[in-house]
């Protein structure tokens, strides 16, 4: 298991922006698919946005598509969220995650997790 830290979450008006970053241990992280992951009060878990190991092809819940934007930059271990035009249901805990089969969406692909950073998006 790879140890994965999340930070970047904070309060935020809706139409504002905020940028998540999720570090990760290991050398392997470059070998990996990432993704975001968020969970809202008395809401399921959900897929947010993916990206395969070499940065070059992502993916996006259709909730976030046009205003999210996932990047990495495998030399420094790092995943990124870029999200734009903020929403109060945008509000959640959002999780950073490896995962086990490139292109996947669901939880159980995901092999690492972190704990976690908080969202709160104000209207």
């Known amino acids: 298991q790879v140890q994965l830290v999340e930070s970047g979450g904070g309060l935020v008006q809706a139409g504002g922006s905020l940028r998540l970053s999720c570090a990760a241990s290991?050398?392997?992280?470059?070998?990996?698919?990432m993704g975001w992951f968020r969970q809202a009060p008395g809401k399921e878990r959900e897929f947010v946005a993916g990206i395969n190991w070499s940065g070059r092809s992502t993916y996006y819940a259709d909730s976030v598509k046009g205003r999210f934007t996932i990047s990495r930059d495998n030399a420094k271990n790092t995943v990124y969220l870029q999200m734009n035009s903020l929403k109060p249901e945008d509000t959640a805990v959002y999780y950073c995650?490896?995962?086990?089969?490139?292109?996947?969406?669901?939880?159980?692909?995901?092999?690492?997790w972190g704990q976690g950073t908080q969202v709160t998006v104000s209207s």
């Open positions: 290991g050398r392997t992280f470059s070998n990996y698919a």
């Open positions: 995650a490896r995962g086990t089969a490139d292109g996947a969406i669901h939880p159980s692909y995901f092999d690492s």
